[in-house]
């Protein structure tokens, strides 16, 4: 139950205090600290809101800023951002550290070739283009030309590419474009003979994919939202429609909606000989239902799945009804199983490829053979297998990384990926015929990472745990507890924070900072065990693994509380917004970014309702409502406590993760924090949660974050020519 009382009172408004100090070069600030000063916050608005919850009132005072369009919630974002943005302009190296940053991206970056009919298609980036490119080339030899170029779809470059679908000729291509990071989906057709546009345009596309049959194709979406609510409100009746070239969108057939449950999500996908649909539904981030229906003989949906409580994914259709399946129904690490459409239920499945002690993340079918892509103590290991499921042998990969394979069962060359903490994204062409691996793209860059090194360590959490952590830094650092660090976590939804270079983090690496990333209970680095452990009534155990790696890292000397930096995102950025409140002694610097904060009232924005089955729901039952608010960032911040310098980072656009949360929690946390530490929010116009953000304002966000935490950890800071020069 859940009772609310409107009382209103205050105004908002803004007192600056100070002026406006001249930079100073990176020089004297590593010769003297210079003094900056922090104008005043703004003094915001408190309603008397007061929720009751099973008994316990709840005061929610900052609520008239879940109103993301209001001109008061406007005129709040510009006042925050002056704040802030005059005290990272006073910082000495800041400009510093974004053409440093900008000099460390400009590399080209290539992605796995894949192929349709006779044409290649990859994606580029000459550097430092605000997206992406996609290319298309006749054969691996051919002449490549540009076919989408996103940078030429807004003046700002904030317009992204988001998913796409082939015809069964190869004909047309489908293309979802983004706006402004919005989780929202216009698609599009191009006729790839003539590399024109056909009229046809789907709007309102979300979470959905684009499956070609015969002339036209599958998508998923949402009734178009009520004005003012596109970025906020919540998104309900998720429905499957088919779309026939040349025809309008509200002509597009409705092929599956479910009226009784407003909130479950749902896709189509069709296998590759066009026979099957296969209609999926979910929930929540974890589990979903299977159902496939025989478009051949025209017959009814068959269920294979009815319940939310396994993942189960078709692979392919091997014929006579017979499908593969990646599941981890009785098995937590996955496995491979071939179901009959004759025998459906579960209970009747059979083993293709077995569990294993390690985890399965995916199969893809290349040529006459199957490559499963394993994760082993967070590590790429690439398995070949013959049709009949008979191991053959690894393919070879350059180092400790990660690996992403890109494959089609009708050719015989296939392409995969490789990076690390330390390796840019190389690109391989891999023969399956001969087992034989060549680089394909190898890119050049201004980080020397033949400098720096990883490790793995592990360490033990509260309960006993054994956590895995990657710990990346110059080679030869000394580990007398002066280092700045930066430590990053996620924990949840059953994703896995595997090894992967960026090149945000290299200009941190070479002012002598230490990178770690922590493996958290809550993802899927060791299976669904490991994800069921910190989920739900578990959660705090995902909070007690990062503080438990912030503890290791300042026991064995790597650096000190007055050195150490958490970050996390979304998710991660609840992470870092409940280890801050809990432990604020622990860290002198803290960047929520883009955080789930509000764990009361998540759910009832945009897709929010959806993550209930990874935290619960705080009006279901005392007991949720007791986990949830013993947590919850923004109800755990305490009046008169000194809290670690905090640099809050939302989008104005995040309809992924409101920005309310994180306006929100800095207006409490400014309210009652007590010290010198400054407390600021950074909302980012025309932004959202971060998929398809431009380089140029990822840039700008990360030369003041690094400015943050390095200026509020002391750091050494220093730009002269032998970093500039590649630090040869």
Known sequence: MNKTIFLLAGTIGFVACGEKKKSKTSEIAVAER??????AYPEVRKDTIVDDYFGTAVADPYRWLENDTSEETGAWVKAQNTVTFDYLKQIPYREDLEKRLTELWNYEKVSAPFKKGDNYFMYKNDGIQNQSVLYIQNGLDGEQEVLLDPNTMSDEGTTSLNGMGFSKDNRYMAYGISKAGSDWVEINVMDLETKTLLKDKVEWVKFSGISWYKNGFYYSSYDQPTEGSDYSGKNEFHKVYYHALGTAQDEDELVFEDKKHPQRNAGAGITDDEQFLIVTTSESTNGNSLMVKDLKNEGDFITLVDNYETDN?????????????????????NRICIVNIATPTQEKWTDFIPEKDYVLREVSLAGDKMIASYMKNVQSKLEVFD?????????ELPGIGIAGFSGDKKENTAFFSYTSYTTPTEIYRYDIKTNSTTNFFKPKTAFNNANYITEQVFYISKDGTQIPMFVTHKKGLKLDGTNPTFL???GGFNISITPRFSAVNTVFLEQGGIYAVVNLRGG???????HTAGWRLNKQNVFDDFIGAAEHLIKENYTSSEKLAVHGRSNGGLLAGAVMTQRPDLMKVAIPGVGVLDMLRYHKFTIGWAWAGEYGRSDTDKENFDNLYAYSPLHNVKKGVEYPATMVVTGDHDDRVVPAHSMKFISELQAKHKGDN???VRVDVNAGHGAGKPTEKVIEEWADVWSFVLWNTNANVNFNAKTNKNEK
Not at 524 to 530: A, K, L, R, T
């Open 34 to 39: 210079t003094e900056i000063k922090v104008k």
């Open 313 to 333: 994914y078709i692979l392919d259709h091997i014929g006579e009804g017979n499908f593969l399946i990646n599941t981890n129904y009785l098995a937590p690490n």
């Open 524 to 530: 899927s680095e060791f299976g669904e065990d490991w």
């Open 678 to 680: 400054p407390v600021f």
């Open 488 to 490: 990053y976590g996620y």
């Open 387 to 395: 049709k009949t499921a008979k191991y053959l042998y690894d393919i």
